[in-house]
Nanobody
Framework: QVQFVESGGGLVQPGGSVKLSCVVS????????VGWYRQAPGKQRDLVAS???????NYPESVKGRFTISRDNAKKTMYLQMNSLKPDDTAVYYC?????????WGQGTQVTVSS
């Protein structure tokens, strides 16, 4: 069973920044494409950043230029640097394989953007 442990969220003012971390329990991490997802109340879970095993990244237009995904294979850890945050970025953020996530999800980390 794959385990994901997300951390780093919190309350951030509009225009602020936050960096999320995700530790993965399995050695598959090095060889798989991974991503960050988010789910706002009453909405579906969406992919907001992905990175292939070779380091190629992809972002939807809603976060392009503001979010940056990175990974440290030695630590089996991935990161999401979020800048210029907007209230619409408020959501629970999750990490998983991408674009086909495993059925098991972590608890996520809440990011709230509010003044």
């Amino acid at each position: 069973q794959v385990q994901f442990v997300e951390s780093g969220g919190g309350l951030v003012q509009p225009g602020g920044s936050v960096k999320l971390s995700c530790v993965v329990s399995e050695s598959w991490f090095t060889f798989n494409d991974v991503g960050w997802y988010r789910q706002a109340p009453g909405k579906q879970r969406d992919l907001v950043a992905s990175m292939t095993s070779s380091g190629r990244t992809n972002y939807p237009e809603s976060v392009k230029g503001r979010f940056t995904i990175s990974r440290d294979n030695a630590k089996k850890t991935m990161y999401l640097q979020m800048n210029s945050l907007k209230p619409d970025d408020t959501a629970v953020y999750y990490c998983n394989r991408a674009p086909r996530p495993y059925k098991d999800w972590g608890q996520g980390t809440q990011v709230t953007v509010s003044s």
